[in-house]
């Protein structure tokens, strides 16, 4: 079973360039999470998805977007990247909120 | 504002060391609150706790949580050296958890 996928791994970015990073889940989970983890932040909650066809916003949402597109998948967009949204990003996913998560392995995200 | 705060932030040990690491919480409609171990990568789920003062046991490690008091404790007996990890608590309020910054442990040998 391969959990919770994050792609890429890796990835730098210009200032103002835009990417989207992707993340899929096989574990037939209705919830689903972006967190960005920064030294001495802990792990900050993006935008999350309860259920397909809904998102919401987090703790930190300025700068992102997301998109649910069926129940598995669960994307984050940045539309112009700044240095400050430099982090490892997480995307996790849970079978209804509150009922701990499963996390993908984290994309370190670079912003020049 | 909801907050997490866990302590100590950092903790050296040797092995067979006992340790108790604390996460205290204030937070709205809090409904439960888990502990994560994170070693190189993405945090593994090790206790949820919604009831106050049930222990929850897995092997060397154990938790309890005080919703009077609003904190909750993980402890870990006869450390070993691949307990080394950031330990994170998370207390659920609606539909959002809030993460402290984590408590690094080093478990020397």
């Known amino acids: 079973n391969a959990g919770v996928t994050q792609t890429p791994k890796f990835q730098v970015l210009k200032t103002g360039q835009s990417m989207t990073l992707q993340c899929a889940q096989d574990?037939?989970?209705?919830?689903m999470y972006w967190y960005r983890q920064d030294p001495g932040m802990g792990l900050r909650l993006i935008y999350y998805?309860?259920?397909?066809?809904?998102?919401d916003k987090g703790e930190v949402p300025n700068g992102y977007n997301v998109s649910r597109l069926n129940k598995r998948e669960f994307s984050l967009r940045l539309e112009s990247a700044a240095p400050s949204q430099t982090s490892v990003y997480f995307c996790?996913?849970?079978?209804?909120?509150?009922?701990?998560?499963?996390f993908g392995s984290g994309t370190r995200l670079t912003v020049v | 504002e909801d907050k997490v705060v866990q302590s100590p932030l950092s903790l050296v040990v040797h092995e067979g060391d006992t340790v108790t690491l604390n996460c205290s919480y204030e937070?709205?409609?809090?409904?439960?609150l888990l502990w994560y171990k994170q070693e190189k990568k993405a945090p593994t789920f090790l206790f949820m706790l919604?009831?106050?003062?049930i222990e929850k046991k897995s092997g060397r490690l154990s938790s309890i949580l005080d919703k009077k008091e609003l904190f909750s404790i993980l402890n870990i007996t006869a450390t070993q050296t691949g307990d080394s990890a950031v330990y994170l608590c998370?207390?659920?309020?609606?539909?959002?958890?809030?993460f402290g910054t984590g408590t690094s442990l080093t478990v020397i040998p």
């Open positions: 996790a996913s849970s079978d209804t909120i509150g009922y701990g998560y499963t």
């Open positions: 574990m037939n989970h209705n919830s």
């Open positions: 998805s309860a259920s397909e066809g809904t998102t």
């Open positions: 937070v709205t409609n809090f409904r439960s």
């Open positions: 919604t009831s106050s003062g």
């Open positions: 998370a207390a659920l309020t609606g539909n959002q958890f809030y």
